[in-house]
């Protein structure tokens, strides 16, 4: 509400409080001696207290042209000196400096809650030269490409790359997940996050002023700064109440007055009524459930682009889920190869060629299923993908394509030959591989539902959300085994989907209500765009993801989404409790004064109470257990083997894909 310094304030808040003393010994009847402190008291008092708050709310009116609350509360004080009551307006001055500076305090900490990761940040780095040798530099000074080595319990100065090494990673800090992650060549780790065990080869892949971390604080500072609905609609009554409380404390005086009593009677009672009417509760109620569920969030792994996507979030009723690398754990695994040549290594060769330029699941599982029989992929150039249909791309033979039954029909090719009947039949992705018309072979490739889905799932119904989606390109067969798996219903299974069709979907499920789409944050761009509320998954080290969504889960656990739809559904209980208390307090206040004989002391310390109230309300959010790995899903982690799957249609003598 001030725009003064914390640290001005609470100077000048003592300075009151130091006043208000004198004035109180000056004043008691037990201690005569000393009743020349009472004037130095409230002068101290009305200085401290009355000419930052007139400087303020005057400073608002000239630049803003808004009428700040800081000038009703030196009215009324005014008011109250003129009518022969200073020591209840120096009570009011005093309080209404001493709350506004516990408001800012509080909701400072709320801001500084996500800050704090920047002490998490190491200073130095131990960077590995061309010759071998390593040398210790400040972290600021890292740039792309430089190898870093990571002992056991050094924290991760950028974010990369593991060249060389193995070690558990705590991600804590990123993820907010309590369970340290394996990590081994080629996966990414984050800066501020500990290596635990094992010494560690990083190439940086992102500078410090790009790291995981520094988008993290950027992001949620712009969505503290940028206002959820109930914040702008707070703010818009707030101004034009505290018009209306002038207007009213004005005509209440004349009322009084024409009533019959003295000018100062009247004074009194319109000063009183300008301390119980005044709208510092209500206006503050909501910033301090917003700043504080979005601070705590964050600390747990989740970040809302602003209150206004914690506020949708809240009112969702429906949930629609992207499969893979969502519901599922997009760490598949290849079952079964048909090559209609017989080459089944020259096949895999040109499939993982193909698939070597797509950042798709499947893709990475025909990887590594090649290089877990030594195959070396095909040169191919030119590659374009093709959105929930598939791959395409050249080699020195001419165009290649890889993917779905969509694609093949795209391309002129025929898919029922008798060798594709065992693929067809399993409840498993299915990926053909083609030159122009004809088919040259199939691989079935199988995912597991993460362990954390099917309990996250049940907590959004058990939340009271009415219904949940699950939407996929794959076939119908696939989609109902992971459904199956996840508790869904026939009828909650989409499969066989295009782009175009999810986003169809989902705009015929937002005709019921508000509905939340569930994707990686790379894929489905445009539903993302579509739903009430777009949400990414394992966003954490993705510019993409974290662009791409209006609430981004930087780890891989399901639970956190339903700890975030929780913790919405909390902010939204405690902002609807700060304005009961808020308004309850104010009408009680201004009953009080208009019909009864209410002390302006009385209406000052039910006024600042009821501020201070909402505002420590609100803060209780900053607790949520959203911050914590208490009563969290099992997770299966990227580094983890994946489940093996069904050997039965296994067509190769081959070890199971890599983990």
């Not at 061309?130 to 002992?151: C, F, H, K, N």
Request: negative net charge.
């Amino acid at each position: 509400m001030k725009r003064m310094s914390i640290d001005f304030e609470t100077v000048i808040s003592g300075f009151a409080v130091l006043g208000m003393i004198l004035a109180i010994v000056g004043t008691w009847p037990l201690a005569e001696e000393l009743s020349t402190l009472r004037w130095p008291g409230l002068v101290l008092v009305y200085g401290a207290g009355g000419l930052p708050a007139a400087w303020s709310g005057m400073s608002a009116l000239w630049r803003d042209h808004v009428l700040d609350i800081d000038l009703l509360m030196v009215v009324a004080a005014a008011a109250a000196a003129a009518v022969g009551a200073p020591f209840e307006g120096a009570v009011l001055l005093t309080l209404f400096s001493v709350s506004t500076t516990l408001e800012h305090q509080a909701l400072g900490r709320a801001r500084r809650a996500v800050e704090a990761l920047m002490a998490l940040r190491p200073e130095t780095a131990f960077r590995k030269n061309e010759d071998g040798t390593v040398e210790e530099v400040p972290a600021a000074e890292l740039a792309v490409g430089d190898v870093v080595v990571l002992r056991p319990g050094a924290r991760v100065p950028s974010d990369g790359v593991i060249l060389h090494g193995r070690g558990g990673i705590d991600e804590a800090n990123i993820t907010g997940e309590s369970m340290p992650v394996s990590k081994e060549p080629g996966q990414q780790v984050f800066e501020a996050t500990v290596n635990l065990d094992g010494i560690l080869d990083v190439t940086v892949t992102r500078t410090v002023g790009d790291s995981t971390i520094a988008r993290m604080i950027q992001l949620v500072t712009e969505a503290q700064e940028a206002k959820a609905p109930s914040e702008r609609f707070s703010a818009w009554f707030g101004q034009r109440y505290t018009v209306g409380v002038l207007l009213s404390a004005t005509f209440a005086f004349a009322a009084f007055y024409w009533l019959g009593r003295d000018w100062e009677q009247s004074l009194y009672k319109a000063a009183t009524l300008l301390v119980a009417a005044s709208p510092c509760a209500i206006v503050i109620s909501v910033p301090a459930a917003i700043l504080s569920a979005l601070s705590a969030a964050a600390r747990g792994g989740v970040l809302f682009k602003g209150g206004g996507a914690l506020e949708t979030l809240a009112a969702v009723d429906t949930f629609a889920f992207d499969k893979t690398g969502t519901l599922t754990n997009g760490r598949a695994a290849v079952t079964f190869v048909v090559a209609l040549d017989g080459e089944e290594d020259r096949f895999l060769s040109l499939l993982a060629g193909l698939e070597a330029h797509s950042e798709h699941h499947v893709a990475a599982a025909i990887r590594r299923e090649a290089v877990a029989n030594g195959i070396e992929p095909t040169k191919v150039v030119d590659v374009s993908s093709r959105p929930s249909a598939g791959i395409i791309g050249y080699d020195v033979f001419g165009p290649l394509w890889a993917g779905n039954a969509h694609l093949a029909a795209e391309m002129g090719a025929t898919i029922d030959n008798p060798a594709f009947q065992k693929l067809a039949d399993s409840a498993q992705t299915v990926v053909y591989l083609g030159r122009g018309a004809t088919i040259l072979g199939a691989v079935s490739v199988a995912d597991e539902a993460r362990a954390s889905s099917a309990p996250a799932l049940a907590a959004l119904r058990a939340s009271g959300v009415s219904r949940i989606v699950m939407m996929t390109g794959d076939r119908r067969p696939v989609a109902l085994r992971i459904g199956a798996e996840l508790g869904l219903a026939p009828d909650e299974v989409h499969a066989e989907m295009l782009p175009h069709d999810k986003v169809r979907q989902v705009g015929e499920l937002a005709r019921d209500g508000k509905v939340a789409f569930v994707g990686d944050g790379v894929n489905d761009a445009a539903a993302l765009a579509r739903a009430d509320v777009g949400i990414a998954m394992g966003a954490a080290g993705s510019d993409v993801a974290l662009q791409a969504a209006d609430v981004a889960l930087l780890s891989e656990d399901m639970k956190k989404l339903a700890d975030a739809h929780r913790l919405a559904r909390r902010t939204a209980a405690i902002i609807r409790q700060n304005l009961v208390v808020a308004i309850g307090a104010m009408l009680v206040l201004v009953t009080g004064g208009l019909f009864f004989d209410l002390p302006l002391p009385l209406a000052v310390i039910g006024h600042e109470g009821g501020t201070v109230l909402v505002v420590l309300n609100g803060l209780r959010l900053l607790s949520d257990r959203i911050r914590s790995g208490d009563g969290a899903a099992p997770v299966h982690r990227q580094s983890d083997p994946p489940a093996p799957a069904s050997n039965a249609l296994r067509g190769r003598a081959t070890s199971p894909a890599a983990p």
